[in-house]
């Protein structure tokens, strides 16, 4: 009928880290504005739907949210599959969940890639940084860690705060949206 139909674009995206780091918060701070500090564990996977405008075009970001405790297994290539992004979190507070992210990297890579055989485009995020700043301190350091292990790039964040969660998400989806 001569409208120009406008652009709709479906990208899945992983939110993956050890149990604990905040994943299930920063989803539901993102898509839903809440925030709550009960603890209660993913079972199985959980799914979230935000929707952006992104000029005159609309991305809606399909978020897969997965429990901690099922990494490594042969759960993870189902989970995988198709995702066009990912974010790998962890906990300021707890080195162990840094030391995890090359672990989650490797499993991710290992099980899926882009049709041209590059592997998605993949965050860090550094959640909790309410609680202190001794483990990113170092800005140099993390972007560096980043471009050795093939991570797009890094933001330090706050599921409780809300702090910078939006710029990471853009970050990710002009990502996709530059390399689709
Ligand atoms: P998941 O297992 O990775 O999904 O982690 P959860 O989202 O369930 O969070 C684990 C615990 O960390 C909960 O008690 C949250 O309230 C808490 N938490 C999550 N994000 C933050 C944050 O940004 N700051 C602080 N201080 N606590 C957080
Ligand atoms: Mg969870």
Known sequence: ???????????KVLVIGDLGVG???????YVHQT???????????DFAL??????????????????GQER?????????????GAFIV??????TTFEAVLKWKEDLDSK???ANGQSIATVLLANKCDQGRELTNSGIKMDQFCKEHGFIGWFEISAKENLNINEAANFLVKHIMATE
């Open 23 to 29: 994943k299930t918060s920063i989803i539901r701070r």
């Open 112 to 114: 899926l890639m882009l």
């Open 50 to 67: 935000k929707v952006l405008n992104w000029d005159s075009e609309t991305v809606r970001l399909q978020l897969w949210d997965i429990a």
């Open 90 to 95: 962890f906990d300021v507070t707890r080195p």
């Open 1 to 11: 009928n001569g409208m120009q139909s406008l652009k709709e674009h479906l990208y």
């Open 72 to 84: 490594f297994g042969n759960m993870t290539r189902v989970y995988y599959r198709e995702a066009m």
């Open 35 to 45: 925030y709550s500090s009960n603890y209660r564990a993913t079972i199985g996977v």
